[in-house]
């Protein structure tokens, strides 16, 4: 059978002899001596108030939970520990008395006007890329009706964003590295083992094949309704985002976001009905409502899959979507070729001026959503998106004034 000294005590009358004690407790002459010689005043005040509290005197006292008394040792250990604070707290602030850029830059009036400012230009900069490649896209298909072709041209060009990654880095940086070795630090986010043929085709095909099919049924979708249309139906993938992301990824459930989704929804449907459901501006329609919804399963699935990413992962990932395109995807344009799917004239016939411009055009369009984040906030880039759809009205009715001049000039 234990004996009652073993067990902790669960009432004050079990401890009521020892707490007789604290009238008769003082502190010992050689501990104020040190308390006296302590650097700080509050170094001292603070050991008085552990003094003085009644928990630690009884635990001094009972010497229960394995509380040993308060020895001139622990006495310097704990004025040890409280020096080490108090001078990380002086360091802490003598730095940021130094360098006061590093807590006020993010509210700096300054900062916050300049980030402001790069973001309408780049609000600007993203209608106008967006809506010029909508117009271009939908000038060279009545030259080349070759819907893939151009696709899988445009999308050639996504070679080049690692080497402007490059060139953005050689000018910034101080610490400069070769080509390779910045390829090999940038693709570590892919994998342990880096960029490897294996990852290539598990992280890149599916990719690949949304961002195809993004665009491919975009092009379609421009053949049978006009630029303004399409346009303002892929700004839905917005919409097509938050639902894939409440679905896939749990997110948050937001009810503004429902109702903008829902008020999309309708303003796709009135589209729709705007011609009649039997004419065949509902399969553009339809087309574009296939590219926002490409759009929004590869967005939800990089984030799922990869994650956030910086600047130089980002200029990988799409350099690799590049290479696959040209390496995997040639042949389903000759297979189109040769089956008379699609046509594209001898290589001297070509417009080449108005296939390098609608692939320029997409380069740069994609350049400002995926690297101008880092000059502005997030949210003005997706109104550069959705400002596309007036200035694709204007661009329109400016084409159809021209054509109306035109023809009553003859």
Excluded at 34 to 48: G, I, M, P, T, W
Excluded at 208 to 223: D, G, K
Excluded at 368 to 381: C, E, K, Q, R, S
Aim: a positive charge; hydrophobic letters at 45%.
């Amino acid at each position: 059978m234990r004996r009652l000294s073993d067990h902790s005590p669960r009432r004050l009358s079990d401890i009521s002899s020892q707490l007789r004690q604290l009238r008769y407790l003082t502190v010992e002459d050689p501990i104020k001596e040190e308390l006296k010689s302590s650097r700080s005043f509050l170094d001292v005040n603070s050991a008085l108030n552990d003094l003085s509290t009644v928990e630690v005197r009884i635990l001094r006292i009972t010497g229960y939970y394995r509380h040993s008394p308060w020895s001139p040792d622990a006495l310097d250990f704990q004025r040890e520990k409280r020096t080490q604070s108090i001078s990380l707290t002086t360091a802490e602030e003598s730095e940021s008395s130094e360098n006061p850029s590093k807590q006020c830059c993010h509210r700096c009036p300054l900062v916050v006007l300049r980030k402001l400012a790069c973001g309408v230009a780049l609000a600007c900069s993203v209608a106008v890329s967006w809506a010029g490649t909508t117009h271009t896209a939908k000038m060279t298909l009545t030259s080349i009706n070759a819907p893939f072709f151009l696709t899988w041209f445009a999308t050639t060009w996504n070679v080049f964003f690692f080497p402007l990654y490059y060139l953005g880095h050689i000018c910034k940086s101080k610490k400069r590295q070769t080509p390779l070795k910045r390829f090999r630090e940038c693709s570590q986010f892919l994998g342990e083992d880096g960029f490897t043929l294996r990852v290539f085709w598990r992280r890149t095909a599916p990719f690949c094949l949304l961002w195809v099919l993004t665009n491919y049924f975009y092009l379609l979708a421009l053949w049978r309704i006009s630029p303004s249309d399409a346009s303002a139906i892929f700004c839905c993938n917005k919409a097509f985002v938050f639902l894939l992301s409440w679905i896939i990824l749990k997110d948050r459930f937001m009810g503004v976001r429902i109702v903008a989704a829902i008020l999309s929804i309708t303003g796709i449907v009135m589209m729709a009905y705007a011609d009649g459901f039997h004419s065949d501006s509902i399969i553009g329609v339809a087309l574009a409502v296939g590219s926002a919804s490409s759009s929004a399963l590869y967005k939800v699935l990089f984030r799922l899959l990869v994650g956030d990413v910086k600047f130089g992962e980002a200029a990988v990932f799409l350099t690799t979507l590049g290479v696959f395109n040209i390496l995997l995807l040639s042949w389903i344009c000759v297979i189109l070729y040769i089956t008379k799917v699609e046509y594209w004239p001898s290589v001297q016939d070509i417009p080449w001026e108005q296939l390098c411009s609608l692939a320029a055009l997409l380069l740069a369009f994609n350049l400002l959503v995926n690297f101008g984040i880092a000059l502005t906030y997030p949210t003005l880039i997706s109104v550069g998106v959705f400002l596309s759809v007036p200035v694709n009205s204007g661009e329109q009715s400016r084409k159809q004034q021209s054509i109306t001049h035109w023809l009553r000039a003859e």
